[in-house]
């Protein structure tokens, strides 16, 4: 069956390369709230087994409020949009999973391999599919040394020019914070504070700096959503979810597990995409599964968010756009 296209030109819907689920072809058709989900977070971001766990567990809570979950991956040459059991299984426990941004995605999918996409890839994907929402822990950004390894992650690009509304907790403490925002100023991606006008720091509350812009409620999101629609604002909007004080990591432990992390990754020369998936990993091991519990949550979080969301940007009616 083929799907008429969502973006004018648009021929992902027709090749067999790209394969959107029945259920968010569905909800595409209808026009009720869809959410997209990365699976690096997945794949490269959470230990096994709770990595299995936690991708069903953020699908359920999309789906309990009301929306379509559609967690994108790449397996053996096929681009999925929406994974059912067997797929999200495969992502969680497959060895031959690759991190995948954008610039990879084509000869991954030439070659019939399986990767797990990035914020940058799954935004990508996500847009080409005709989705709106996504939700994810927290955004890659500008390294620590970026000074001296030049090292900023292709998310910040891709959500220059893709007009996703991305639900996190801010980008990951793991990243100079201060130049990250400065990037994201600088590649016109809107930032909004979720009943704050702090921004969050991912395993923290409070990265330390302020952010401009907040919104109160979701519904004050599809708002602005709609406007940017009428505009033509071709980047993305972030949406910063902090998590409540209580449930965050706590700051102590966690500068001295960064500090730690960080040296490690030095020491044992650890560059390029390989740097992010290290120092979660880190900070899993040295927390003994505190900074897991704290991401799961994150990412719980933000997905129920997203969905809330969604649903209040597809009530708004998807024949106004
Ligand atoms: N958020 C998490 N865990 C993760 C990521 C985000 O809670 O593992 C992933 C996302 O896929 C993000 C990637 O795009 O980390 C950033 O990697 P890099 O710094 O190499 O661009
Ligand atoms: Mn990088």
Not at 122 to 132: E, M
Not at 158 to 178: R, Y
Not at 247 to 260: A, F, G, I, Y
């Amino acid at each position: 069956m083929t799907v008429s296209a969502p973006v004018p030109g648009n021929h992902a819907f027709d090749s067999d390369l790209f394969v959107v689920a029945p259920e968010v072809r569905q909800a595409l058709e209808d026009g009720t709230a869809v959410v997209a989900l990365e699976s690096t977070i997945i794949s490269h971001g959470l230990p096994r087994p709770e990595n299995l766990r936690v991708a069903a567990e953020v699908e359920d809570i999309v789906r309990s409020r009301g929306a379509t979950p559609a967690t994108i991956a790449i397996l053996d040459g096929k681009v999925l949009i929406g994974l059912d059991d067997s797929a999200l299984d495969q992502v969680a426990n497959r060895d031959d999973v690759v991190k995948v941004s954008v610039r990879d995605i084509a000869t991954l999918v030439a070659r019939c391999g399986s990767g797990a996409t990035t914020v940058a890839a799954t935004s990508h994907l996500a847009s080409l599919a005709g989705l709106r929402v996504f939700a994810t822990g927290g955004l890659g950004g500008v390294h620590r040394q970026a000074r001296d390894s030049w090292d900023e992650s292709a998310d910040l690009n891709t959500l220059a020019v893709t007009p996703m509304t991305v639900v996190c907790s801010g980008v990951k403490s793991i990243l100079d914070v201060g130049a990250t925002l400065e990037r994201l100023e600088t590649l016109n991606v809107g930032v909004l504070g979720y009943a704050t006008n702090r921004f969050p720091g991912f395993y923290l509350t409070d990265s330390g700096f302020p952010v401009f812009w907040s919104a109160q409620d979701a519904a004050a999101v599809a708002d602005i959503m709609k406007v940017r629609d009428t505009l033509r604002i071709p980047s993305a909007l972030v949406v910063a979810n902090p998590l409540p004080e209580s449930e965050q990591l706590d700051p102590d432990v966690h500068d001295h597990v960064l500090e730690e992390g960080l040296r490690l990754a030095s020491a044992r020369n650890i560059t390029g995409k390989d740097v992010t998936p290290f120092l979660l990993d880190h900070f899993h091991r040295a927390t003994h599964g505190a900074s897991l519990i704290v991401n799961e949550q994150i990412i719980v979080r933000n997905a129920e968010l997203a969905a809330r969301i969604a649903v209040i940007d597809a009530g708004a009616g998807a024949d106004d756009r």
